[in-house]
């Protein structure tokens, strides 16, 4: 994501500088069995912020394939999944 070539092909160029990985502090504020589902929360969120999803396809932590699938039946701002339907 540092590379502009990048950034302009998952137009993530809106804001300028290098990206930065969360600071360790955000990882282990997340408490998993007493937070909602993303699926529940996101659509919410995609009401009043823009946000960017990105999970590269060689990146071990980030599940991809996850992220498709949850996004895939998801309605969020009047649509469902992806919007290619």
């Keep these: 994501m540092k590379r502009e070539d990048v950034k302009f092909a998952v137009h993530a160029t809106a ?8 600071r ?3 990882h282990h504020a997340f408490q998993e069995a007493k937070m909602r ?14 946000a960017l999803l990105f999970a590269g396809d060689q990146d071990i932590i980030c599940n991809y394939m996850g992220l498709e699938a949850m996004i895939k039946d998801m309605t969020w701002n009047g649509g469902t999944g992806f919007g290619v339907r």
């Design 37 to 50: 589902s993303s699926v529940t929360v996101l659509p919410r969120v995609l009401e009043k912020i823009p």
């Design 15 to 22: 804001r300028p500088g290098s990206w930065v990985e969360c």
């Design 24 to 26: 360790g502090d955000v």
